[in-house]
């Protein structure tokens, strides 16, 4: 199985040398998993916190969900980023636990919603592979909807093409029976893998996420070409779709030309904790 572990700093200089990378190497190792002990205890500590994006429709302009974003204070103000520890807690495992914890707040936190008068809007929430191998995934799942008292339909997961690439089948079987519960599927990062197409047919999708590297061009000179694709992809089998990381007015006026249902950026919120969250609702009249 390939190990991939990105740790957000620039690789070491290797020397011409074979004796020179290995410590090097060890080095990094050693951090890692200095790393990982940290994340192991912070979790245990219940430090970890989960964060919220608003996603709003492109024509009503209202708040319709938000996306569930982890993340892990280092020291007061500043966090590790999700980039960083999601793969070493994909390679280790964590995720199965640390997956769950994050499901049992976005229900928490749709209970509390809804207790609010907000009981249309849904939360996304990102599902790693290790997660579905766990054969205990999918009961735990519809047991934590269940004991929330959530619509499953407010529930969406979101996975990206490396997740199902991995083992297609454990991936589709999960996701069928949650589908058949009522829960909704997001693909993530669209187009940024391969045999994007192939999985269209195979997966029970509700809504494709356009990766905010598209998104990034919609607004230059020829740039909009893939996401304008996408969307139209989508549009032609019946699905959502969402356009990530829009910055700008310029690339919304270039996601609204193309039809796209749905907008997550910072243009409109960064991802914020869930008091903070409530507030913007109560400005925003989000649901
Ligand atoms: P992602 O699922 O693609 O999440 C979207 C990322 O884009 C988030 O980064 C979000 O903060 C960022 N973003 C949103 N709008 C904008 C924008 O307008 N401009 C820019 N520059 N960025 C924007 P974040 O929170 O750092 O998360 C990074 C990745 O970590 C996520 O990418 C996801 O793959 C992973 N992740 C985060 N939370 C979880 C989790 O609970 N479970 C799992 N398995 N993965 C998670
Ligand atoms: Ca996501
Ligand atoms: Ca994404
Ligand atoms: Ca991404």
New binding site residues.
């Given amino acids: 199985k390939q190990v991939y572990i990105a740790l957000n700093k620039a690789k070491k200089t290797v020397g011409s040398h074979h004796q020179y990378y290995e410590p090097a190497m060890e080095e990094e190792v050693t951090e890692r998993l200095t790393m990982l002990r940290m994340l192991r205890a912070d979790f245990a500590l219940d430090k970890l916190e ?2 919220y ?1 608003p996603q709003l429709c492109l024509k009503t302009k209202k708040v319709v969900g938000m ?5 892990w204070p280092h020291q007061p103000g500043q966090y590790i ?3 960083v520890f ?1 793969p070493l ?2 390679y280790s495992g964590l ?1 199965v636990d ?2 769950l914890w ?1 499901l049992e707040q976005a229900c928490k936190q749709l209970q509390q919603l809804s207790s609010l008068g907000c009981g249309a809007l849904r939360i996304a ?4 592979m290790p ?1 579905f191998r766990s054969p205990q995934f999918v009961p735990a799942v519809i047991e934590i909807v269940e004991r929330y008292q959530v619509k499953p339909e407010l529930l969406e997961l ?1 996975i ?1 093409e490396s997740v199902v690439m991995d083992e297609p089948k454990i991936v589709i079987d999960a996701l069928e029976a949650l589908k058949r519960f009522g829960i909704k599927v997001a693909i ?2 669209f187009g940024i893998g391969f045999s994007s197409l192939s999985y269209l047919q195979q997966l029970p999708l509700d809504r494709i ?1 356009v ?2 590297a598209f998104v990034n061009t919609v607004a230059t000179e020829g740039g909009g070409l893939i996401a304008e694709t996408i969307v139209s992809l989508g549009k032609r089998i019946g699905l959502s779709t969402i356009a ?4 700008t007015e310029a690339q919304l006026q270039a996601i609204l030309a193309m039809g796209c249902d749905e907008v ?4 409109f919120a ?2 914020m904790p869930a008091p903070q969250l409530i507030e913007y609702l109560r400005q925003n009249q989000g649901g």
């Avoid at 929430?125 to 790693?128: A, K, L, R, T, Y």
């Avoid at 990530?244 to 910055?247: A, I, N, R």
């Fill in positions: 989960l964060w994006q996306e569930a974003l982890l993340r980023s999700p980039a999601i807690a994909e995720i640390i997956g994050v929430v990102n599902v790693s997660q979101e990206t993530d990062d996420k990766d905010r990530e990381g829009v910055e997550q950026g910072y243009l960064k991802p």
